[in-house]
């Protein structure tokens, strides 16, 4: 492609590669337009002083796009599943393994200890060896962890089963951040949330088949033989879901399509590796303002939720004695009800690109969910404890992929796995500090005082949401690059992101 083909070319400035469109006025109303539905939260970004010129690449959707997300959901909801599996019936391992509860509590926190130091280290190998690579050692720990937890069905070997939960606890760190990446990488800009939403909801129905499965396969009962063997079958199916997940990725895993998804992934890729530093990165994203005010308020929405997940089983069981099961299912309703509210979520940001308002909707109704749930929890109505969970878990979990996408907006063209990292490390160190200190306050004042403990966090959250200034970089580069256009061609053009398909 050349100039005398007529075709419209566009600039890329330095590491932020934000286009510069030189068009006649003829084209200029065509790209208009198309690109009638801009959000009303855009900033300006400073253009470089030195620029080059590259041509318009050509994209194209594949339908194997849908494959991948498939696989990778899949590997994300096994390994979240394990997270889960020991809490949510944390009395019955109490009295398997004849350990306290801090013991159990931190068979689930290891997950959060774990990605904190490993966290900087993968998301370097992400940049350095790609998206392929980092889904097969990660989807590895998760089946090697899984096999190493199937010979701990004896209350001797608590020591082991902590190991084969750290085990799997690293995988979390190769796999949790990935969904903005994938999406970026194999998805269309007028689909990329949907897609982040649904990798999300992978590791969300991974929650939620943690919080309904082991109360069916393991009862409460007081003979340790019986219980072993039914542990025994959990851990046994548990590593075989792990091994046929990490065969399918080695076999059928694709690391990026032939051509770019979007014009944004377009420029990401013009970028050679050489040119790239990690450091500088990590420098400049720690340099965003709104981006670090994004993640402490990430990591302080996703801090609650895990402090609630891995201790819900107490705060129900203290209300409702003997409601194992129940309290399994009320956490099922909350992840549920989260992935609905991720996919809606998800599409809605596609639509309208009101990332900051959306965020901030969501985050207000979540404080608004914690507050109901905090006090009707104590009215003695199940049936009611059903409902608003699952209201909570509605914009709760829902909050999930807002972030990374969010993040991915506030940063480009930095790395998404980079800032989606970032992003869970905030989460992991405060899922710490919430589950430990909500426990001290559930076992001292009750259950009442460490909901609203929740609440106040989930406050503070919400006003600096309020404060991020958005700066919607990935838009910019998708809406302000034209349109290609021919002299023969001009009056059937198409906006930008309309892609070819191929599989």
């Known amino acids: 492609m050349n100039d005398k083909d007529g075709l419209v070319k566009y600039r890329v400035d330095g590491h932020r590669k934000?286009?510069?469109?030189?068009?006649?006025?003829?084209?200029?109303?065509?790209?208009?337009?198309?690109?009638?539905?801009?959000?009303?939260?855009?900033?300006?970004?400073?253009?470089?002083?030195?620029?080059?010129?590259?041509?318009?690449?050509?994209t194209k959707l594949y339908k194997r796009r849908w494959l991948m997300l498939l696989i990778f959901s899949l590997c994300s909801m096994s390994n979240a599943f394990m997270w889960l599996q020991y809490s949510i019936i944390s009395d019955i391992f109490m009295h398997f393994y004849s350990i306290d509860s801090l013991a159990i509590d931190w068979l689930s926190m290891i997950y959060f200890l774990t990605y904190i130091p490993f966290i900087l280290p993968v998301t370097w190998m992400l940049d350095k060896r790609g998206l392929r690579e980092i889904v097969l050692v990660g989807s590895a720990f998760n089946c090697i962890g899984a096999w190493i937890k199937t010979g701990t069905a004896d209350p001797h070997m608590f020591p082991m089963t902590f190991f084969g939960q750290f085990v799997c606890s690293v995988a979390t760190v190769y796999l949790l951040g990935l969904p903005s990446r994938l999406a970026s990488s194999w998805f269309g800009q007028q689909e990329v949330s949907t897609a982040c939403s649904i990798g999300v909801m992978g590791n969300q129905l991974g929650s939620a088949i943690g919080f309904l499965v082991p109360p069916m396969f393991v009862p409460n009962i007081e003979d340790k033989d019986e219980l072993a063997h039914h542990i025994r079958v959990m851990f046994y199916i548990t590593a075989g879901v792990a091994t046929v997940l990490f065969v399918l990725v080695v076999l059928v895993f694709q690391e990026e399509p032939e051509l770019p998804p979007s014009q944004a992934q377009a420029q990401a890729r013009s970028v050679h590796p050489d040119e790239h530093s990690y450091t500088a990165s990590i420098l400049r994203l720690l340099k965003n303002k709104p981006f670090m005010l994004l993640?402490?308020?990430?990591?302080?929405?996703?801090?609650?939720?895990?402090?609630?997940?891995?201790?819900?089983?107490?705060?129900?069981?203290?209300?409702?004695?003997?409601?194992?099961?129940?309290?399994?299912?009320?956490?099922?309703?909350?992840?549920?009800?989260?992935?609905?509210?991720?996919?809606?979520?998800?599409?809605?940001?596609?639509?309208?690109?009101?990332?900051?308002?959306?965020?901030?909707?969501?985050y207000i109704l979540t404080l608004s969910g914690m507050l109901v749930f905090a006090f009707t929890l104590n009215l003695g109505h199940l049936w009611l404890v059903f409902v608003t969970a699952g209201v909570l878990g509605f914009f709760m979990t829902g909050y999930l992929p807002?972030?990374?996408?969010?993040?991915?907006?506030?940063?480009?063209?930095?790395?998404?796995?980079?800032?989606?990292?970032?992003?869970?490390?905030?989460?992991?160190?405060?899922?710490?500090?919430?589950?430990?200190?909500?426990?001290?306050?559930?076992?001292k004042w009750g259950t009442f005082a460490g909901n609203i403990f929740l609440c106040v966090i989930l406050l503070i959250g919400t006003t600096i949401t309020g404060l991020i200034k958005a700066d919607l970089r990935r838009l910019k580069a998708n809406l302000q690059n034209p349109v290609q256009i021919t002299p023969n061609t001009a009056e059937h053009a198409v906006p930008p992101g309309t892609s070819k398909w191929e599989f």
């Open 402 to 443: 807002l972030g990374f996408e969010f993040a991915v907006e506030l940063t480009f063209p930095e790395s998404e796995g980079t800032s989606s990292g970032l992003l869970n490390c905030s989460a992991q160190i405060f899922g710490i500090m919430f589950t430990i200190s909500q426990g001290k306050i559930v076992d």
């Open 295 to 362: 993640v402490v308020s990430y990591g302080l929405n996703v801090g609650c939720f895990y402090s609630m997940s891995t201790l819900l089983n107490r705060i129900i069981i203290e209300r409702y004695p003997g409601e194992e099961v129940n309290a399994g299912r009320i956490g099922l309703t909350i992840v549920i009800a989260g992935m609905v509210g991720s996919l809606v979520c998800g599409i809605w940001l596609d639509r309208t690109k009101t990332f900051k308002q959306t965020t901030l909707a969501v």
């Open 18 to 58: 934000v286009s510069d469109c030189s068009l006649d006025n003829e084209s200029s109303s065509l790209l208009g337009e198309h690109n009638h539905q801009r959000p009303s939260e855009q900033d300006s970004v400073s253009l470089e002083s030195e620029a080059h010129l590259f041509p318009l690449m050509e």
